[in-house]
Structures are given as C-alpha cells and as structure tokens.
C-alpha cells in the first residue's frame, strides 16, 4: 500500500532532513518532488495543488529553533498537513442513544458493500459489545442474499431476509422491525449497487433511507479505481447525502490516491478501511497513523513529536518563573494568545474538552474580534512597552490606540485586566485562592 508514493516522499525528505538550512529554491525542488509524486499516485490534481502551496507556505515561514532542524521542520509539517488532507481526527460511526441504530450502506456494484457490511458488524459486536443484524436489500442477484447468509454468519450477525421476491424498501422496513423486536444494537442494511450512480439506484436508497431513517449512511468506494472512486463518491455525493466512506481494496491499491483525496474532494471523512477478503481485514481509518505509514518515518517523527514536548515543558516552567517574579508581560500574553489562536476557532476548541461537548459552556461565545483588538493593541506598543505596561499612561495610550484602531478606553482596559490577570496568577501560583468577585466588580 501506497509504497511508490511512500518511497518517493521519503526519498525527498531525505534529501531535506539533514539540512542545517533550506533556501527558497531547495524548498521549491522539494514541493516539485513531493507534487510529481502525488500525481503519480493518483491523487487529485487540485489536492495535489492545494496540498503543496500549504505545504510550501508553512516550509517557507519555518523559525529556526534549537530543537529541530529545517528539514525536521519540513518533513512534520508534512505529515500534519498529509494527516490534516486525510481529516484531521478519526471518525467513528453515530450510534443512537434510542437503539436500534441504522447504518446503511451504499456504493456501485461490486465495490465491497456486502464484505463491508459483515466486516462492520463483526467489528462491532466484538469492539462494542453490541448485538448486530444485517438486512439483505439487495434481490437483483439471487446470489447476493446467499452471500449475506453466509458472510452474516461468519461475522455473528443475525441475518434478515426475505429472498430475492420482495421489494427492498419493504425488506428494510422489516428488517427494522425485527431488529426492534429483537433488541439488537445495531442494524445494518446492505443494498445492492448498480454500475453508475444512476437515478434508479438513487430513488432505491431515497427510499429505503425514508423507510428505516438510518443514523449513519456510508458510501463504500473501492480504493483499487483511484481517482474513479473518488468521482463516484463526489457523484454520489451530489444527488445523495452521506456521512462517510468506507475504503474497500486499500490492500490492492498500491498508489493511494483515493484515501489521500476523499476527504478534500467530498468534504466527507474516511471511518474505515477494508484490507482484504477476510471478514478481519477491517479497520478504524486513522488519518494521523496512514500518514505516518505513508512517510514510513517513525523514528524521526517520533523525535520530533518529543522535542516539541520538551519545548512546551522549557516554555511551561519558564513561564512559570516568570510568573513568581512577576515578569510576566503583554509580550508573553500576545505570545500565549498567538499560540492558542493557531489551533483553530477557541468556540470549537471548547467544543472538544472532554466532558464539555454539548454543555452550556461549549456553546459560550468566544469573541473573536475582541481577540483580534487585544492583538492589535500589544502590536502596536513598542517592545518596552509591552514589558512595562504600568508606563503605558497618557499619550502612550493615544498613539497605541490610533496604531490599534482602538480608543483610549479599550487601551485602558486592555492595561488594567492584564494587571489584574497578572495578580490572579501570582495568587495562584502562591496557593492563594483569588476572591473572583473582587475581580469582576473591578471590571
Ligand atoms: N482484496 C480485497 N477484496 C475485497 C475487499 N472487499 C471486498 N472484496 C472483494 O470484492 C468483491 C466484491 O465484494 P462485495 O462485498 O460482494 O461487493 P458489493 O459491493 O456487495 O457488490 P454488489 O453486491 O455486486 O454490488 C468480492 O470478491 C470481495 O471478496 C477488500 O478489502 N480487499
Ligand atoms: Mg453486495
């Protein structure tokens, strides 16, 4: 799997990943390098062109740190930006919270659908504990039902069906009566497929997906058509909504193309990879570790995800010291601001502490703006400034808030919080518990 593109990558960061320095032109060679070989690996091309001037946008602004080299700095950015192509987090299945829950399963003839849908339940019924059941919708080929039957079996599922003589939207209807019935966690509907994404195949699953209101729908695409299979997902994807792939035959695609441009094509996330003919050969599709499978550089990402621990622990207990001796300035804010800005919107940040999706507090509003102000105003001080904020007085504050964009008021805010903020901390860090009300009436 993906062993051409992997050896070709590998070899250009390579090149770069003993380099004390990378000019311009080296970075330039190496995105040609790293463009040809995504190409070659059938990836989509405007993927390949988006991938690569983020890439190439990243390489250039690279600092130069006592930690990692510049090529060390190429080759993680890489792989985050080849994580971030192939979604960013792992996604899972939804499950209800009022059992049975439906997962429906789509795709073209002979793309994995009826593998996949054995392959899934047995993953479940033994990762997740659950009781599963499989419908057999598909009566166009007689042998179709025989092979649920028989694959159904294998993986623990109880199997539904009623022949090849009833019509798939009642089979499924049915099947979800039975499944209540029969208390099961989770159902899932197999459905035959067709050789184009065709308006029959279509109403069928409009239908069906009427019928038994599925909680998940996952297109199944085989990996093995390339670029083909991403034009069908992002076909499908026009007439049909589904939630995410499932990628059949990535044993058989030695290119790669369709795992690495499924997600930017479709814009939906790739949950499971099948790896085989047998019902094992199934896996949660992990975009973090396929990228690390593809770069094939585990030794040298690994020293760099602990170099970076280290500099977040330099910088926690510097930070900390700074803290005790009250040295703390608007230029370590504006740095901490920056720091925790790059990772993404604060509103979804909230939305990922564990415990906090879906609570009160994850729904607060994070004013960007606001932030966007706080910035502007320490840019616009000068380095003594920032370091001595108890001197910003007078026509300090003016010519700050003129350069800001701000008025004399929020500059005074501004100056009067981080003072504020600085004593909390120092009272924190000295065991104090700080009175918040006093906080808040000062504000
Ligand atoms: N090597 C390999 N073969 C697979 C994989 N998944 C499915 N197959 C094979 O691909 C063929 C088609 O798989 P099915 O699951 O029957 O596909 P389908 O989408 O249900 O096909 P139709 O019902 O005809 O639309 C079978 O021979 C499977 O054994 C996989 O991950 N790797
Ligand atoms: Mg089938």
């Given at each position: 799997m993906f062993?051409?593109l992997?050896?070709?990558?590998?070899?250009?960061?390579?090149?770069?990943?003993?380099?004390?320095?990378?000019?311009?032109?080296?970075?330039?060679?190496?995105?040609?390098?790293?463009r040809?070989?995504l190409l070659e690996a059938d990836v989509n091309f405007k993927v390949v062109k988006q991938f690569?001037?983020?890439?190439?946008?990243?390489?250039?602004?690279?600092?130069?740190?006592?930690?990692?080299?510049?090529?060390?700095?190429?080759?993680?950015?890489?792989?985050?930006?080849?994580?971030?192509l192939m979604g960013?987090?792992?996604?899972?299945?939804?499950?209800?919270?009022?059992?049975?829950?439906?997962?429906?399963m789509a795709g073209l003839q002979g793309s994995g659908k009826?593998?996949a849908?054995?392959?899934?339940?047995?993953?479940?019924?033994?990762?997740?504990?659950?009781?599963?059941?499989?419908?057999?919708?598909?009566?166009?080929?007689?042998?179709?039902?025989?092979?649920?039957?028989?694959?159904?079996?294998?993986?623990?599922?109880?199997?539904?069906?009623?022949?090849?003589?009833?019509?798939?939207?009642?089979?499924?209807?049915?099947?979800?009566?039975?499944?209540?019935?029969?208390?099961?966690?989770?159902?899932?509907?197999?459905t035959s497929g067709r050789l184009h994404v065709d308006q029959a195949l279509m109403e069928e699953l409009a239908?069906?997906?009427?019928?038994?209101?599925?909680?998940?729908v996952l297109l199944v695409v085989d990996a093995m058509t390339g670029q083909d299979a991403v034009n069908v997902a992002e076909q499908f994807g026009e007439v049909a909504a589904f939630d995410g792939v499932i990628l059949s035959k990535l044993?058989g695609d030695a290119r790669g193309g369709a795992a690495l441009s499924v997600k930017a094509v479709t814009g939906k996330p790739i949950l499971f990879a099948s790896?085989?003919?047998?019902?094992?050969?199934?896996?949660?599709f992990?975009?973090?570790?396929?990228?690390?499978?593809?770069?094939?550089?585990?030794?040298?990402?690994?020293?760099?995800?602990?170099?970076?621990?280290?500099?977040?622990?330099?910088?926690?207990?510097?930070?900390?010291?700074?803290?005790?001796?009250?040295?703390?300035?608007?230029?370590?804010?504006?740095?901490?601001?920056?720091?925790?800005?790059?990772?993404?919107?604060?509103?979804?940040?909230?939305?990922?502490?564990?415990?906090?999706?879906?609570?009160?507090?994850?729904?607060?509003?994070?004013?960007?703006?606001?932030?966007?102000?706080?910035?502007?105003?320490?840019?616009?001080?000068?380095?003594?400034?920032?370091?001595?904020?108890?001197?910003?007085?007078?026509?300090?504050?003016?010519?700050?808030?003129?350069?800001?964009?701000?008025?004399?008021?929020?500059?005074?805010?501004?100056?009067?919080?981080?003072?504020?903020?600085?004593?909390?901390?120092?009272?924190?860090?000295?065991?104090?518990?700080?009175?918040?009300?006093?906080?808040?009436?000062?504000?």
């Amino acid at each position: 799997m993906f062993d051409s593109l992997s050896e070709k990558l590998q070899g250009t960061l390579s090149g770069v990943r003993q380099r004390g320095s990378l000019t311009e032109d080296d970075i330039n060679k190496a995105m040609r390098e790293i463009r040809l070989a995504l190409l070659e690996a059938d990836v989509n091309f405007k993927v390949v062109k988006q991938f690569t001037s983020a890439v190439k946008e990243r390489a250039l602004g690279i600092e130069i740190t006592k930690q990692l080299n510049p090529g060390q700095q190429v080759i993680k950015i890489v792989n985050e930006e080849l994580t971030a192509l192939m979604g960013g987090q792992s996604a899972g299945v939804t499950f209800s919270p009022r059992p049975p829950t439906v997962i429906l399963m789509a795709g073209l003839q002979g793309s994995g659908k009826t593998t996949a849908t054995a392959k899934l339940a047995k993953m479940l019924k033994e990762q997740n504990n659950s009781s599963v059941a499989v419908a057999a919708c598909d009566v166009y080929r007689p042998a179709a039902v025989d092979q649920l039957i028989k694959v159904g079996a294998q993986a623990g599922a109880t199997v539904y069906e009623r022949g090849t003589d009833a019509d798939p939207v009642d089979i499924a209807g049915w099947a979800l009566d039975q499944a209540k019935r029969d208390g099961k966690d989770v159902l899932i509907v197999d459905t035959s497929g067709r050789l184009h994404v065709d308006q029959a195949l279509m109403e069928e699953l409009a239908n069906i997906k009427k019928r038994v209101k599925p909680h998940t729908v996952l297109l199944v695409v085989d990996a093995m058509t390339g670029q083909d299979a991403v034009n069908v997902a992002e076909q499908f994807g026009e007439v049909a909504a589904f939630d995410g792939v499932i990628l059949s035959k990535l044993d058989g695609d030695a290119r790669g193309g369709a795992a690495l441009s499924v997600k930017a094509v479709t814009g939906k996330p790739i949950l499971f990879a099948s790896t085989g003919e047998k019902l094992g050969d199934f896996e949660k599709f992990h975009p973090d570790r396929m990228a690390q499978r593809i770069l094939g550089m585990g030794d040298v990402l690994s020293f760099i995800e602990r170099a970076e621990q280290q500099v977040d622990q330099d910088e926690a207990k510097e930070l900390e010291r700074k803290l005790r001796k009250n040295q703390f300035t608007l230029e370590d804010f504006l740095d901490q601001l920056k720091k925790i800005r790059r990772m993404g919107p604060l509103t979804s940040l909230l939305g990922m502490i564990p415990g906090l999706a879906g609570h009160q507090l994850s729904k607060m509003n994070v004013d960007e703006k606001e932030l966007d102000r706080v910035e502007a105003m320490i840019l616009s001080m000068t380095p003594y400034e920032r370091r001595h904020p108890e001197l910003i007085k007078g026509s300090r504050r003016l010519r700050i808030a003129k350069g800001s964009g701000t008025t004399v008021q929020q500059v005074n805010q501004l100056v009067k919080q981080f003072d504020q903020m600085r004593k909390l901390m120092r009272g924190i860090q000295q065991g104090k518990m700080p009175d918040l009300g006093q906080i808040m009436r000062q504000r």
